[in-house]
């Protein structure tokens, strides 16, 4: 069985990349060249130029010829487009998944739940951003179907940002608690429970977002 893992030099950058935005172990407010961001990856130019042109089209950066990336910010109001669409795919993503699922996808699940919370309650966010990787991906990874993938990865990236940016203690808790009901019931099958979690999960990552807004407005 597949599991999130970067099988290729491009998939490492990419992952590589995300996390140093989401850590802020880069300067998002200054451009990087290609090869600024090779030597700080380590990496040769081709597999940073192939991730750098993927999260260009999840909308993680800008790369502007001549002159560098620019890495792009993600809004409240972004995360509430976000969640209209995962919405609208997810539960049915999770269908396919207890559908389809097999045992060894269920004994990862049931290790996932494990994970998030063990990286939730050590306050451990570099574990934390792995196993919520994990998780999204053992959901469409179980689904039998590439295209939940290729649909949801995008979307999740971007939502996971902005998670991470402005999520409070308790938000870390809240939501690994989600994050692993749903784990379980989807490996012991119960589908209605998984999409009820699911639900309250949508629900407070919105009104999370709606909270940032109303902030930034006084």
Not at 16 to 43: G, M, W
Not at 70 to 82: H, P, R
Not at 150 to 167: G, I, P
Request: net charge neutral; aromatic share 6%; charged share 25%.
């Amino acid at each position: 069985m597949s599991d999130f893992q970067a099988t290729t030099q491009a998939a490492f950058a990419k992952a590589e990349i995300e996390r140093k935005v989401i850590f802020r172990e880069l300067d998002t407010e200054q451009l990087y060249s290609e090869n600024k961001l090779s030597a700080i990856l380590q990496l040769g130019r081709t597999p940073v130029r192939e991730a750098l042109q993927a999260l260009e089209q999840e909308d993680m950066l800008k790369v502007h010829a001549r002159k560098g990336v620019e890495f792009l910010e993600i809004s409240a109001a972004q995360q509430l487009q976000l969640l209209e669409i995962r919405k609208e795919i997810e539960p049915t993503c999770i269908k396919y998944a207890i559908l389809r699922g097999s045992s060894e996808h269920r004994v990862h699940m049931l290790q996932l739940a494990q994970n998030i919370l063990e990286s939730a309650q050590g306050d451990e966010d570099a574990s934390l951003l792995e196993a919520l990787r994990g998780i999204h991906f053992a959901i469409t990874n179980a689904s039998g179907n590439p295209y939940f993938h290729h649909a949801l990865a995008r979307v999740q990236s971007q939502s996971r940002r902005f998670w991470f940016a402005n999520k409070t203690r308790d938000d870390t808790m809240v939501c690994s608690q989600f994050h692993a009901d749903i784990m379980r019931s989807v490996a012991i099958g119960n589908e209605v429970a998984a999409k009820e979690q699911l639900l309250k999960l949508h629900e407070y990552l919105a009104g999370s977002a709606l909270k940032v807004i109303k902030l930034s407005a006084n």
